[in-house]
């Protein structure tokens, strides 16, 4: 029976349908609770009200004794089917395999079943749902093309699928949506409340069910006393904020399998997961055991930018494991450098002194969730980036959690109270002036003493116009040549700060 808070997510499993009936194997790929299992129990469900034969591997516990090629004529004759080993190659039959990553030691089944299957018209179809989080892991022994391939997000190669593990933004508001229904635990989220879980889960399945029920879980009794008529931003947020109580609550959760898990956390792995953190993502070198560990247990997704896979970067799979590494992983014991940054100002000027040319100049930078990033948050980005570079990334730096401008400070210096907002061609410059002013978004931080001292970054290529609105002395403009290979800094009436300095030449890969 169809679980009625279930998305059924019709569309992309039509899609993977259609996809399987020409590819004939396409390989869905990623991190634990990304949704893998009940994609594959949504396609067999698919197919039997198809009437295609099917059969659903929903946990594979070959433990390597018994050849993949055995099973899967065990299981098709199961089915009605007489077949062996070599009439299995003709049979119209579609496998679904679950925690496939447990065949990869199985060379007659991808090097036999796999690559020959791979883009033929006839026979069996295989499906093949793999996860990294398991201890035993491998790659891949066929080449599968790019048009084989789904990932946690779509891929912005060219002839790739465009469905994904994660769920689209329709499919995340039908899941809200049957949330809100439930007798158990009703909710009302406002939109701007939806928009928040999207952004901090990006859609992965088993984030939006733990923050979903979270959010039912806190707010349950004031909707029902009509405290509060629906849930809002705000109420999201600050749920969001007490780090220490959301994560105490999530390792209760399904998703909890997804985070690191600090017994099994290696030095290296815990340096490899900070770099991911100030830069946005690694380069997959299986060489390095960071890297290997983080890859082979989840905590990192592994997302090709080119259809030969000669480039692959190492990213998180959601902002919400980006913000459990922030939080778990960048309280440095070691003091601030004080003597060497008395004040904001002089730490800002180090750090826009370390931002990266060509980092400013790319258009295919891939942060959290494999997403290729905006060209209009590059300057966010870069101080991350150059910020970690100067302090280390250890250093308790906070970023914002929505990614939206929804009323948070871009980043703080946790030790100091030091805030810093980035914006880009003084977009909205005044706006954003007024926030730390009484009245103004930030203005509690400021009165709480989280925020003790500020600094806005105007980042921009052209001139600006000299600003004497409120807060115009914490206001530093940043005008980068056309080739981001130097800038200035100004202050808001245009006078100069720094004298034009060139810019670092080189960005770690």
């Not at 901090?200 to 806190?218: D, E, R, W």
């Not at 590494?325 to 601030?336: M, N």
Request: glycine fraction near 6%; charged fraction near 20%.
């Amino acid at each position: 029976m169809e679980n009625p808070f279930t998305c059924p997510r019709v569309d992309t499993i039509q899609c993977l349908a259609r996809i399987l009936e020409e590819q004939r194997v396409v390989h869905v790929r990623g991190t634990p609770t990304s949704g893998k299992t009940t994609m594959a129990g949504l396609l067999k469900s698919h197919y039997d009200s198809q009437g295609i034969p099917s059969v659903y591997f929903a946990d594979w516990a070959s433990d390597g004794s018994r050849p993949v090629m055995n099973i899967l004529v065990e299981q098709a004759r199961s089915i009605g089917y007489t077949v062996d080993h070599t009439t299995l190659y003709k049979a119209d039959i579609v496998f679904i395999i679950d925690s496939a990553q447990m065949t990869y030691h199985d060379n007659g089944f991808w090097l036999g079943l796999v690559k020959t299957q791979s883009g033929r018209r006839s026979g069996p179809q295989i499906c093949i749902f793999s996860s990294y989080g398991n201890a035993v892991v491998g790659r891949t022994l066929a080449y599968l093309g790019v048009q084989q391939r789904v990932s946690i997000t779509p891929s912005k190669i060219e002839f790739a699928p465009e469905i994904s593990l994660f769920y689209n933004r329709a499919e995340f508001d039908d899941v809200v949506d049957r949330a809100c229904t439930d007798p158990i635990r009703p909710l009302r989220l406002e939109l701007s409340a939806r928009d928040v879980i999207f952004t901090v889960t990006n859609g992965q399945p088993g984030s939006v069910k733990s923050v979903l029920k979270l959010v039912a879980q806190c707010y349950r009794s004031q909707l029902k006393q009509r405290e509060i008529e629906s849930v809002t931003q705000e109420h999201i947020m600050s749920l969001l904020e007490n780090e220490d109580r959301l994560f105490r609550y999530l390792a209760q959760m399904p998703v909890q399998r997804s985070f690191i898990n600090r017994r099994e956390l290696t030095v290296e792995a815990a340096d490899i997961l900070r770099e991911v953190l100030a830069n946005g993502s690694v380069p997959w070198d299986l060489t390095n055991n960071g890297v290997r560990l983080c890859y082979e247990k989840g905590w990192l997704h592994s997302e090709p930018l080119s259809w030969d896979n000669l480039d692959i970067r190492c990213v998180f799979p959601t902002h919400l494991h980006a913000k459990y590494v922030e939080h778990f992983l960048t309280d440095s014991p070691c003091p601030f450098p004080s003597e060497k940054y008395p004040d904001i100002k002089t730490l800002t000027a180090s750090v826009v002194k370390q931002f990266s040319p060509r980092a400013l100049s790319s258009t295919t930078r891939i942060g959290t969730a494999a997403v290729i990033r905006p060209i209009e948050a590059a300057y966010q980005d870069e101080f991350c980036r150059a910020i970690h570079t100067v302090l280390g990334t250890s250093t308790k730096i906070t970023s914002e959690w929505s990614g939206d401008n929804s009323g948070r400070i871009d980043f703080r210096l946790v030790s100091h109270g030091w805030g810093f907002e980035i914006l880009r061609e003084g977009d909205r410059l005044a706006e954003h002036c007024e926030r730390f002013a009484p009245g103004g978004r930030y203005y509690k931080f400021v009165q709480d003493g989280q925020i003790r001292d500020w600094v806005i970054l105007d980042c921009r290529t052209s001139r600006p116009r000299p600003y004497g609105g409120a807060g115009h002395s914490n206001l530093w403009r940043v005008v980068f040549a056309p080739d981001f290979l130097s800038a200035e800094i100004l202050d808001s009436s245009n006078h100069v700060v720094f004298e034009r300095f060139p810019l670092a030449s080189q960005l770690p890969c």
